[in-house]
Structures are given as C-alpha cells and as structure tokens.
Nanobody
Framework: VQLQASGGGLVQAGGSLTLSCAAS????????IGWFRQAPGKEREGVST????????YYEDSVKGRFTISSDKAKNTVYLQMNSLKPEDTAVYYC????????WGQGTLVTVSS
C-alpha cells in the first residue's frame, strides 16, 4: 500500500492550493481516505475525511466552508481543495487510508504567508 501526497507549497493568505493523495496497492472504493495536519509544535489534527463507500464527508470546524474533499475513483486519488487559506493552516499535511487499519502517506508541506 502506498499513498503519495502532493500539492503543497507556499501561498499567500487568501490563496488556494489543491492537495492530492494518489493511492496504489488498494482501491479507494473500500476505504475512508483523509487528511491530518501537524503544525510546528502542535499535535497532529484531523482535517477532513471522505468515506468512499457512501460518500460521507467530514471537516474539522476550522476548515468548514473553505476546504473541500473529493475523490476520483478512476484515478484512485483523493483531493483536498483548500481555499481562503490562513497562516494558521500552515502545517505538514498527511493523507491516510482506513479500513480498520490505518495506512499513512508521507507529508506535504503547506506554508501560508500573511
């Protein structure tokens, strides 16, 4: 199982980025796929999850209305569209897949400048 996260970068406050989590060795149809983030000096926190079996989506309160999670089953990839970015969104973002066992991808750094 491999989860390849990409799309991070440096953006000004108010800008947008789209993160991608490309899965191999599993079919995202059977997994919940999500994103955690970890800011410097802080604990890792859940950001958003999509259950690909029924389409259920979860967003952490601070990103509701700004972030959108989606999946492309043909590409076996999950996306996190991040709009209206704030400096407090700066963190390393990790994608994961869960079916009772959690699989982690490597992180991608998002830096939002003020």
């Amino acid at each position: 199982v491999q989860l390849q996260a990409s799309g991070g970068g440096l953006v000004q406050a108010g800008g947008s980025l789209t993160l991608s989590c490309a899965a191999s060795g599993l079919s995202i149809d059977n997994f919940a796929i999500g994103w955690f983030r970890q800011a410097p000096g802080k604990e890792r926190e859940g950001v958003s999850t999509i259950s690909n079996s029924d389409g259920t989506k979860y967003y952490e309160d601070s990103v509701k209305g700004r972030f959108t999670i989606s999946s492309d089953k043909a590409k076996n990839t999950v996306y996190l569209q991040m709009n209206s970015l704030k400096p407090e969104d700066t963190a390393v973002y990790y994608c994961y897949a869960y079916d009772g066992t959690k699989y982690w991808g490597q992180g991608t750094l998002v830096t939002v400048s003020s």
